[in-house]
C-alpha cells in the first residue's frame, strides 16, 4: 500500500505540472475568470492543502511555511467578485514552486506514518486522508481547465500527443424508459476505501417510471434554442435566471464566439473550431440555461434519484457498479474521461459505457446536471475534521448536484456514489445536461 500510494501521489503531481506548464509563466498572475484567484495561487494551493491535511493535520507536524500554509490555504467559492485578492501581494514564483517541491518530498516520507497508523483512525485507516489529498489534486486538474478555457485562443501550449479532435456523426435524439425502482444513493462507509462526506451513509429512494433522453442535448440541437431566440425570451427563463441573464450579457453559451462575419466558432482548450463541425458534442451550459431550455422543450430535468437509477439502477432491481457493469472504467472505452481527449466527443462514441437501461455517455465529455439542490443524505458525517466545510459549506440552496464526470475527470472520481455540485448560474464548468418527459410519454 505504501508504495501504491507514492506512485499515485508522483503520477498525480505529474499531471498537475503539465497542466500548469500548458501556460506561459508570464500569465501565471493572471485572472482568467475575475471569480477565481490567479493561476499562481492554484500551483500553491495543491501543496498546502496536502500538508495541511496530512502534515499538520493528521500527523501534528506543524506547519511547512508559516505564511505559505496560510495563504494558499483555501480557494474562492464563485459566487460574486468580492475582492479577496485586494491587497494580496503574490509571493515570486520560483519561492512558490520550491515551497511546492519540500512539501510533496515531506509528504512522501510521511505516507509510512500514515499507513502504519493505528487506533482506530478513521483517516489513515485505509490511508483515507491521503486520497482526500489525491482527490483534491484531480479536482483541481479540472477546474484548471475550465479556468485555461477563457484565457485568449493562442495562448496555450498544446501537450505532446494530444488527440485530434473527434468531429465524426453523433448518436440521433432518442427517449429510453426507465422503470420504476429503488435509487441506491451514497454508500456503506466500511464498504469502500474512499469516499467524500456527502457520499455518506447509503441509503434508498423510490423512484418512479420516467422517460429520459438517451443522449445528453447536443450543440448543434442548442443551437436551434439560440436561433429561435431562446436567449431573449424571458417568459422561458426563472426570474432570477433571466436578471442574471440580462446582467452577463449572455446570449449564447460562453465557448461560443460569433464575430458577425464567418458565423459560430467553438473555443477548445487550444483552438476555435467552426461550431458545426463539433455540432455532435455536448452543449456546455449552466443551470440556468439548462432549466430555460426544458421551459422552451416542455421537459424537465431528472432529479439526483432519477438519474442516478437510470444510470447504476436494472430493470430486474439489481444495482451495477458502473452504469455498464463491473469493470472498472477504462478512459476511451467506457467513455471520455481520464484526458484521453482534451474536449468533448460526438454523443455515443462510447457504447461500451451503455446503462442496462440503454444511456449513452453516462460518464465522461461533460457532467450531466440534476434539478436537485445540493444537500446531506439523512445521517450525514462531516467526518473529515481537517476539512469539515468540504460538503457543509455548501448545503446552502445555491448548489446542485451534477452526476458522470468530464473529459477532464479522472477516472478515480468515476465511482457510482461520487457527487460534483455547482452553482446553478455559474457559466464556465464542463456541464451538460439531458432530460426528462413532463407528459410521461416516451413518444
Excluded at 464575430?259 to 455540432?279: A, Q
Aim: aromatic share 14%; with cysteine; glycine share 10%.
Amino acid at each position: 500500500m505504501i508504495d501504491v500510494f507514492r506512485q499515485r501521489l508522483r503520477e498525480a503531481w505529474a499531471r498537475s505540472d503539465r497542466i500548469f506548464e500548458l501556460a506561459p509563466r508570464d500569465r501565471w498572475l493572471e485572472r482568467p475568470i475575475d471569480l477565481r484567484h490567479p493561476i499562481l495561487f492554484y500551483i500553491g494551493h495543491l501543496p498546502a492543502f496536502a500538508w495541511n491535511q496530512v502534515g499538520a493535520g493528521l500527523l501534528g507536524n506543524g506547519a511547512a511555511h508559516p505564511v505559505f500554509d496560510e495563504l494558499f490555504e483555501r480557494g474562492i467559492d464563485p459566487i460574486a467578485d468580492d475582492g479577496h485578492d485586494a491587497g494580496i501581494e503574490w509571493p515570486p514564483i520560483d519561492e512558490v514552486l520550491a515551497y511546492r517541491d519540500r512539501v510533496r518530498e515531506r509528504l512522501l516520507d510521511l505516507v509510512e506514518e500514515v499507513v502504519a497508523r493505528t487506533g482506530g483512525d478513521r483517516l489513515a485507516d485505509r490511508g483515507r486522508i491521503l486520497n482526500v489529498v489525491l482527490e483534491h489534486e484531480y479536482m483541481h486538474q479540472e477546474t484548471l481547465q475550465y479556468m485555461f478555457s477563457e484565457l485568449p485562443a493562442g495562448t496555450l501550449r498544446k501537450p505532446a500527443g494530444l488527440a485530434e479532435y473527434a468531429l465524426g456523426p453523433d448518436s440521433p435524439p432518442g427517449i429510453v424508459e426507465v422503470g420504476a425502482g429503488e435509487a441506491v444513493l451514497g454508500a456503506d462507509f466500511d464498504a469502500v476505501d474512499f469516499g467524500w462526506d456527502n457520499e455518506f451513509p447509503q441509503h434508498w429512494l423510490p423512484v418512479a417510471g420516467f422517460c429520459i433522453d438517451r443522449v445528453p442535448v447536443t450543440i448543434k440541437r442548442w443551437r436551434e434554442f439560440v436561433d429561435a431566440g431562446g436567449y431573449r425570451r424571458p417568459e422561458l427563463w426563472l426570474d432570477d435566471d433571466w436578471r442574471w441573464r440580462e446582467r452577463s450579457g449572455l446570449d449564447h453559451p460562453p465557448r461560443w464566439r460569433n464575430d458577425g462575419g464567418d458565423g459560430w466558432r467553438y473555443r477548445t482548450l487550444f483552438d476555435e473550431l467552426d461550431l458545426d463541425l463539433v455540432g455532435g458534442w455536448p452543449v456546455a451550459v449552466s443551470l440556468a440555461e439548462a432549466r430555460a431550455w426544458c421551459r422552451w422543450t416542455e421537459t424537465r430535468l431528472p432529479t439526483e434519484a432519477e438519474l442516478h437509477h437510470a444510470l447504476y439502477g436494472t430493470p430486474d432491481g439489481t444495482l451495477r457498479r458502473f452504469p455498464w457493469g463491473d469493470e472498472a472504467p477504462v478512459p476511451g472505452v467506457h467513455g471520455n474521461f481520464g484526458f484521453v481527449n482534451w474536449s468533448p466527443v460526438p454523443v455515443g462514441s462510447h457504447p461500451l459505457g451503455e446503462s442496462a437501461w440503454g444511456l449513452l455517455d453516462t460518464v465522461g465529455s461533460l457532467w450531466q446536471w440534476t434539478e436537485s439542490q445540493f444537500a446531506p443524505f439523512p445521517g450525514f458525517d462531516a467526518y473529515i475534521p481537517s476539512y469539515p466545510g468540504y460538503s457543509t459549506d455548501f448545503f446552502d440552496h445555491r448548489h446542485f448536484v451534477m452526476l458522470g464526470g468530464s473529459w477532464a475527470t479522472p477516472a478515480p472520481l468515476v465511482r457510482r456514489s461520487f457527487r460534483n455540485w455547482f452553482q446553478d448560474r455559474y457559466p464556465y464548468v464542463f456541464a451538460g445536461f439531458r432530460t426528462v418527459s413532463r407528459s410521461g410519454s416516451c413518444d
